[in-house]
């Protein structure tokens, strides 16, 4: 059974930057896109950004010249670099790997979450 690792949230101040990655416990094959999604108290869970398989970045309105995702050596890892942090930023983010077999489809696995907190 395969595990997403997420790291890197934490406390930030308003305008601050901060670096969130996400790993498989294990090897994983046909990985077509990893991204990240976050939900704050209160509200729906929302689309932040993903990476396809061919490195094509998506990102929310909300995120756009302010996030970067990126791929790391293994194919099916990423990390969301987020800069100009706002207190609106503030929310647990999910990382999220979408995976293709002919034998089983389309699947998809979810991490635990780990928390942003912008707040001066």
């Known amino acids: 059974q395969v595990q997403l690792v997420e790291s890197g949230g934490g406390l930030v101040q308003p305008g601050g930057s901060l670096t969130l990655s996400c790993a498989p416990s294990?090897?994983?094959?046909?990985?077509?896109?990893v991204g990240w999604f976050r939900q704050a108290p209160g509200k729906e869970r929302d689309f932040v950004a993903r990476?396809?398989?061919?490195?094509?970045?998506t990102y929310a309105d909300s995120v756009t010249g302010r996030f970067v995702i990126s791929r790391g050596t293994a194919e099916n890892t990423a990390t969301l670099q987020m800069n100009s942090l706002k207190p609106e930023d503030t929310a647990v983010y999910f990382c999220?790997?979408?995976?293709?077999?002919?034998?089983?489809?389309?699947?998809?696995?979810w991490g635990q979450g780990t928390q942003v907190t912008v707040s001066s």
């Open positions: 999220q790997i979408q995976q293709w077999s002919w034998t089983r489809g389309g699947t998809e696995h």
């Open positions: 294990e090897e994983m094959t046909g990985v077509l896109n």
């Open positions: 990476i396809s398989s061919g490195g094509k970045t």
